[in-house]
Nanobody, 125 residues
């Protein structure tokens, strides 16, 4: 069993920055990758960023490339999402997710085995 706990959400003005954190606990020895997704009101959940746990390869949605950066601290079992140049359309609940046991595409929600509760990010114009 893996548990994920996100933190770092909040209210920020357009153009500002936020850093999200997601700490994994429990059975983390089989972690192959972690990712961030978001869901805005009335919209489907969408992929934001993903990272391979061992090699550190990163993947981003086109809408956040150049503005967001995903990173991980393997010793702390924590993944981060640095969000810069935030826009009102980035407003959403952000979820972290963890992939374990066997490799799947990090860009799809079906590729993950555990999810956090989510943290709200609100960007005001």
């Amino acid at each position: 069993q893996v548990r994920l706990a996100e933190s770092g959400g909040g209210l920020v003005q357009a153009g500002g920055s936020l850093r999200l954190s997601c700490a994994a606990s429990g059975r983390t020895s089989s972690t192959l990758g972690m990712g961030w997704f978001r869901q805005a009101p009335g919209k489907e959940r969408e992929f934001v960023a993903g990272i391979r746990w061992s090699a550190g390869n990163t993947y981003y949605a086109d809408s956040v490339k150049g503005r967001f950066a995903i990173s991980r601290d393997r010793a702390k079992n924590t993944v981060y999402l640095q969000m810069n140049s935030l826009k009102p359309e980035d407003t959403a609940v952000y979820y972290c997710a963890l992939q374990s046991d066997y490799y799947r595409d990090l860009r799809t929600g079906g590729g993950y085995d555990a999810w956090g509760q989510g943290t709200q990010v609100t960007v005001s114009s």
